[in-house]
């Protein structure tokens, strides 16, 4: 083997997997040049091969495992978190409705169960009777536990009843009675009425006959009889 066949051999062989008796180490041991460079050959495999297993790997499959670890952990905490908060939500909203909204609705007549002891609240319009009036004649008949009535202040003709359904209908049914009937005491003519009637009257009679009119004379005072002794 010459040279050229030697550096031809050395380019696509390792010198790891030359063994001694090849053709190449016979030529290096008897060639100065070749066997230098052989050797420099050898100490570049021992280099390279030495500095890829210094390397260290970019993930190695231990940490791999500890992060899949941790971030399944961590999906499981959040998907418990996002349902533990969506139940503590529930609760809060269930004890708010149960303690301030269900009574509020069940206090305005909106919601809760439909019984005869159930308070509601209801205006009654009044064209006749005053609402102090109306009070007094309903009185008797709004007596359960939390019923009322209320008058204004402020002159308007109504009455505010709180009562049960029955209560409601019966003093609405009493106070509609009373002022549809035409003899009601708040349908007779006050004392001031009559004064005015009276003195429309007095008017007319003075009030002047226009001209051309027919006068008619009054009737002649009857004569009067004594009487016959028998």
């Known amino acids: ?21 090849s053709a190449v180490m016979q030529h290096c041991a008897t060639c100065p040049d070749c066997a230098g460079l052989t050797t420099r050959l050898r100490e570049l495999e021992y280099n390279s091969a030495s500095t890829l297993n210094n390397l260290l ?9 500890e992060t899949s670890a941790t971030l399944s952990r961590r999906r499981r905490v959040g998907r418990l978190v996002v349902i533990m908060s ?4 529930a609760i809060i909203v269930a ?15 909106i919601a809760g169960p439909v ?32 019923s009322v009535y209320y008058t204004p202040s402020s002159g308007i003709s109504v009455i505010t009843v709180r009562g049960t359904a029955q209560e409601i209908q ?4 009493l106070l509609l009675e009373l002022e549809a009937d035409p003899a009601a005491a708040c349908r007779r003519p006050t004392g001031a009425d009559v004064a005015d009637v009276k003195r429309q009257s007095a008017e007319d009679a003075l009030r002047p006959e226009l001209a051309g009119t027919d006068v008619r004379p009054a009737p002649a005072p009857r004569p009067k009889v004594a009487p016959t002794g028998n």
């Open 170 to 173: 019966r003093s609405r049914d």
């Open 115 to 146: 019984s005869a002891t159930a308070l509601r609240t209801e205006t009654i319009q009044l064209s006749c009777l005053s609402p102090e009036q109306a009070g007094e004649i309903i009185s008797p008949y709004v007596r359960s536990h939390g």
């Open 57 to 65: 790997p970019l993930t190695s499959p231990l940490s791999l495992a």
């Open 1 to 21: 083997m010459n040279c050229q066949e030697c550096l031809a051999e050395l380019s696509t062989a390792s010198l790891r997997e030359m063994q001694a008796d």
């Open 86 to 89: 969506g139940i503590v939500g």
């Open 95 to 109: 004890i708010v409705a149960s303690t301030m909204l269900v009574p509020q609705a069940i206090w305005n007549g």
